[in-house]
């Protein structure tokens, strides 16, 4: 996989969390994603947890979205480890949430390829 591969694929996962986040919110009206992160609660989830779950998949959209770098492989660490930790409480559902962790783990993966600076473009090298 090139480096301009990966870079892409961060950019669409970045620019799919904030979607998915402003739906939740009911900013945006685009049902699949609105219910992509809720789905994987167990609970009847109150409105509250909606909008923290939305401003948390909102947050670490827009780190993907504009940085690159060590900042981008540490988003991937802390969804992986924080998703984890709730299949402890069994109020997410177990499928979802292991899709989620080995999501994760497969961008930490690819991110830690090209984290050296993430020189993915040379210094006089420019994204089209």
Sequence with gaps: M???TIYYCIKINGA???????SILNILNIPILN???LSMLTCNEDPITKRMLAYWVFTYGIIRLYDVGEIVTLSYILEALCMANELR??????????FCVLGC??????CDVTTQGIDILDDNEELV
């Design 2 to 4: 090139n480096n301009y």
């Design 16 to 22: 799919y969390d904030v979607l998915c986040a402003m």
């Design 35 to 37: 219910r992509t992160h």
């Design 89 to 98: 409480y069994q109020k997410m559902k177990r499928g979802h949430v292991l």
């Design 105 to 110: 783990l497969l961008f930490i993966s690819i």
